[in-house]
């Protein structure tokens, strides 16, 4: 330990720390000591460990688990944040921490302080931070800010304000300003918990992230201009319905912000439907005019009650994010080269503009305005990103070549059909050309060390074709985040060594990862080649950015539709997939000294779940530590017990950690196909349940779970009602975190706040239960931990439907959710990328290529 030099130098960061038992103290005491000792001895560089309480105790050496987690705190923090003070405040209220704060800020008038972390021990029955709970916390930290000088950060939200206590979960999901944790019976996941803690406080709020520079600090202009022009027409009474998403969300938190102010109701809904029935009502009764806000991909959602909306000559805007129209196949777009909502518009009779261009924005809202007091319905406002990020402080400049874009309307042109099948039409085969054919076979009999094949749906002959293949090539294959298990972990009950995971964008697995870069970045383009198999290579099929397809890969892409050939693909194969793998398998030379060297490439990206969090067994769970605990249980019931299953993955953090972690045996059905519409792939589990001779184990989270009804009375009236029958076992594996995750992920990439309104899901956890319905058995249990033995035999249980409420931590660790996420500390190997982003707060230099 050191002393308190105050000399304003170097950083210091004050951890505080409230409760009235000392082992509480003693061991955050004994974590930060350790955290602060550095890797170099005698090195005065190094941090230094400050503590105004209980002096951390002597101890056994605690288990792997911990020394891991503290080693890779040191190896991020000993490059990144080399020379600071770590003082820890200890305090029995928060009141008490207030005052030896004030106390030891005062007369400090320069250098870099902060609030890293605020850690609550409360007893059960004083509690500040129960989802329904009064403001006895919020005040508590209102007197922290109040004590703190200018200089000293104090930014209490979900990585900075941890409470633990010993009471059970509650019942109540909802995701909280602050974490919330039951209080660890083991020290040395309290210690490994508070080292995380702080080490996340460093990188993802201290030094800032490379996306949260981006975020401009003004208001969206589109939010500005209609709640303005809302507010002139109609004051207070107004209000804002709105359903959350990535490319929305600063939009809504603008207008959020705007209606709060101006006393105007802000009303959320299950649904996207639910906006617009509630809309309608308040229009009918009150004449409340209404602005609604979605996200990508939801026009149709609204269902028959636009019409409904139109009919009623309803006054309000929707606005719903899309895409450019010459984006290609863009994530949840509705404007593009195969579909074109515009078109659904114009034959429902309702007004609308297409809003692409900044510079137009202000004119096309003009139009839409006079379109909203012509007595008509609503107005419809499809917005590109472009147009959403565009902040308030100035009307861009004119675009050279202006057009209008609704006028333009792209001709649509058929999706992809099902192959095979009794109920598919006869197609004509499509033969592989020889100019075509001759360079990609020479990439794969002659050319780079790292050859990675991503599948699309696979007939059985096809399936042969592609695993002999890689087998003998030394070919990685992934599967993608909408055809998850077209090519799997297990065939046959067999591990596939060739096999790396998923690539997507997003739930991209590490393996994947680690094959196609290197230091952070992608290989060079020589030195590897992506194929793309039965696939258009939508924009959900990679997490790369249009410049980074079109730049630093190799791509080679195979496909019988034409209108599917994707412009930025060095080697486009228009044709059919049985009859390249039949040709490419018939031309197969690939020398052994080649294969050995891809099957090496393949080894070196190994099997490794890249966090520590996976093994902390904290309460809640993270889902780093669940999926890697039923992942287990999945191994050993397919190596063991012959077992297999049809996944079912919701869109969703859940539905992509599921993806990512868990091993398939063949193929699923993803949410995420198409629109990723979230609670679709819940909705498909009676049909597969009662059409499969195999177990269904599907995932959803509460965000999924809150859009649609429930599906055990209809499998529970299917099977005891109309004779229906189920083969195997169906486990429902129902994820709570209280939040839209993925959402708040995106949001807390660009200002590490707390959880905002509009991510917030409460979810009311049902009691355990068990009932026997004829010869069915359905249970309902709450699953705070994984028991293998247990679990395992719940899995085995046939003509069972088992229902697992799962109160899952939110976080933003790994599983893929962006590139970003393979620069973070807990990472196996670390880029000299990260230290770079450490050091320079603001848009890192490779934003450009990352999402």
């Not at 490059?79 to 005052?99: F, G, M």
């Not at 518009?345 to 503009?353: P, Q, S």
């Not at 398998?585 to 070196?604: F, K, T, Y």
Request: charged share 25%.
């Amino acid at each position: 330990m050191g002393s308190d030099s105050g000399d304003g130098k170097r950083p210091r960061f004050f951890v505080v720390a409230v409760g009235a038992r000392a082992p509480f103290h003693r061991t955050i005491a004994t974590a930060l000591a350790d955290l602060a000792g550095g890797t170099g001895p005698g090195d005065d560089s190094l941090r230094e460990f400050v503590t105004d309480g209980p002096a951390p105790g002597r101890r056994e050496p605690w288990p792997d688990a911990y020394a891991q987690a503290l080693t890779r705190s040191r190896r991020f923090l000993d490059r990144a944040l080399p020379a600071a003070e770590i003082r820890l405040v200890h305090a029995e209220t928060l009141a008490d921490a207030a005052r030896r704060l004030r106390r030891l800020t005062a007369g400090r008038r320069d250098g870099d302080d902060a609030i890293a972390l605020l850690l609550i021990e409360s007893e059960p029955a004083d509690a500040p931070t129960g989802p329904l709970a009064g403001g006895g916390l919020a005040e508590g930290l209102d007197e922290l800010r109040a004590v703190l000088p200018a200089h000293t950060r104090g930014e209490f939200g979900a990585y900075t304000v941890f409470v633990y206590d010993d009471s059970p979960l509650d019942p109540v999901r909802l995701a909280h300003p602050c974490t919330r944790r039951q209080l660890p019976g083991l020290a040395w996941v309290l210690g490994a918990d508070v080292i995380c803690s702080f080490t996340d406080y460093v990188q993802l709020c201290y030094a800032g992230s490379a996306l949260r520079g981006a975020a401009p600090d003004a208001p969206a202009l589109l939010a500005d201009e209609l709640a303005g022009f809302l507010a002139e027409q109609a004051g207070d009474t107004w209000g804002l319905h709105y359903y959350t998403g990535s490319v929305v969300s600063g939009l809504i938190a603008d207008l959020e912000t705007r209606a709060t102010r101006g006393g105007n109701p802000v009303l959320r809904g299950p649904s996207e439907h639910s906006l617009a029935c509630g809309a309608l009502a308040r229009w009918q009764l009150d004449e409340a005019p209404f602005l609604i806000v979605v996200t990508s991909g939801m026009i149709d959602e609204f269902r028959g009650t636009l019409a409904n909306l139109r009919e009623a000559r309803a006054r309000g805007f929707i606005v719903c994010a899309d895409s450019r129209p010459d984006a290609w196949y863009p994530f949840q777009g509705t404007v593009h080269g195969a579909e074109d909502s515009r078109e659904v518009l114009r034959a429902r009779g309702l007004e609308f503009r297409y809003l692409d261009d900044p510079a137009r924005l202000r004119e096309q809202l003009a139009e839409a305005f006079t379109a909203y007091g012509a007595d008509r319905g609503p107005v419809v406002l499809l917005a590109t990103p472009e147009v959403l990020r565009t902040a308030a402080v100035a009307a861009p400049a004119a675009r050279p070549g202006g057009r209008t874009p609704e006028d333009a309307t792209p001709g649509a042109s058929p999706g992809s059909l099902p192959a095979g099948g009794p109920a598919a039409r006869a197609r004509p085969r499509l033969v592989v050309g020889e100019d075509d054919l001759a360079p990609v076979m020479d990439i794969i009999n002659d050319g780079p060390a790292r050859l990675l094949w991503q599948c699309g749906r696979l007939g059985a002959e096809e399936s042969a074709l592609v695993h002999d293949i890689a087998d003998r090539a030394g070919v990685a294959l992934a599967d993608s985040l909408t055809r998850p298990g077209s090519v799997a972990r297990y065939r046959d009950g067999k591990a596939v060594p060739q096999y790396l995971g998923t690539l997507g964008v997003f739930g991209y697995s590490d393996r994947v990862h680690a094959f196609l870069h290197h230091a952070g970045r992608l290989r060079p383009r020589d030195e590897q080649c992506l194929f793309f198999l039965k696939s258009r290579i939508a924009e959900a099929a990679t997490p790369f950015s249009p410049r980074a397809l079109q730049r630093s890969l190799r791509i080679v892409q195979i496909t019988r539709e034409e209108q599917h050939l994707a412009p930025f693909a060095d080697h486009r194969l228009r044709c059919d997939g049985l009859e390249f793998l039949r040709e490419v398998r018939r031309r197969l030379d690939v020398p052994e000294p080649l294969r050995a060297r891809r099957m090496r490439a393949i080894e070196e990206s190994r099997d490794s779940p890249s966090d520590i969090v996976h093994a902390l067994p904290l309460v809640p769970m993270s889902p780093n530590y669940f999926f890697r605990r039923l992942g287990a249980v999945l191994d050993t019931l397919i190596t063991d017990h012959g077992y297999t299953y049809t996944g079912v993955f919701d869109v969703g953090r859940g539905g992509l950690s599921a993806i990512r972690n868990l091993p398939r045996t063949g193929p699923g059905f993803s949410g995420w196909y198409g629109r990723s519409l979230m609670g679709d792939a819940l909705q498909a589990v009676p049909a597969l349940a009662l059409s499969r001779g195999d177990n269904v184990l599907a995932f959803v989270g509460d965000g999924a779970l809150a859009l649609v009804p429930g599906i055990v009375p209809t499998l529970v009236q299917e099977v005891c009602v109309n004779g229906h029958r189920l083969a195997g076992n169906v486990s429902v594996f129902q994820l709570i975190d209280g939040g839209h995750s993925v959402i708040r992920t995106y949001r807390e990439g660009r200002r590490a706040g707390e959880a905002e309104r509009q991510t917030q899901v409460l979810h009311l956890m049902d009691d355990e239960w068990e009932r026997k319905l004829g010869g069915l058995t359905v249970t309902h249990r709450r699953l705070t931990d994984v028991d293998p033995v247990e679990l395992t035999d719940r899995l085995l249980r046939r003509s069972a439907v088992d229902v697992y409420s799962v109160p899952l931590a939110h976080n933003n660790e790994g599983d893929g959710l962006s590139l970003l996420s393979s620069l973070g500390w807990q990472r196996d190997t670390l880029p000299e990328l990260t230290f770079a982003m450490a050091r320079r707060p603001g848009p890192s230099a490779h934003e450009g290529e990352l999402r």
